[in-house]
């Protein structure tokens, strides 16, 4: 499985931005599928997750009302809508999906500053 992130960039604060990871490989191994984000020096964290078969959606609470999962069963893409965004939410994303294994993009940087 391969996962591509994209979307990334500087944003202000109050902001938006909508990041894209596109799936590719053995995507009907993937159970389910997720944000997390880095910042360095500290862990990385789960930003929201989504399982495959039913959808069922589950979000960081300093994220949700902010932040919205989609996904794009044609294209095999995640998409990871967000809005009001603040410095705080300034990390390296990385798109995740757990199969056989759990594999893991890049990631794509996120920068909120004014």
């Known amino acids: 499985v391969q996962l591509v992130e994209s979307g990334g960039g500087l944003v202000k604060p109050g902001g938006s931005l909508r990041l894209s990871c596109k799936t590719s490989?053995?995507?009907?191994?993937?159970?389910?599928m997720g944000w997390y984000r880095q910042v360095p020096g500290k862990q990385r964290e789960m930003v929201t997750t989504?399982?495959?078969?039913?959808?069922?959606?589950r979000y960081a609470e300093f994220v949700k009302g902010r932040f919205t999962l989609s996904r794009d069963n044609v294209e095999n893409t995640l998409f990871l809508q967000m809005n009001d965004l603040t410095p705080e939410d300034t990390a390296n994303y990385l798109c995740?999906?757990?199969?056989?294994?759990?594999?893991w993009g890049q990631g794509t940087q996120v920068t909120v500053s004014s």
């Open positions: 989504i399982i495959s078969r039913g959808g069922y959606t």
């Open positions: 490989g053995s995507i009907t191994e993937i159970k389910a």
């Open positions: 995740t999906a757990w199969g056989d294994t759990q594999y």
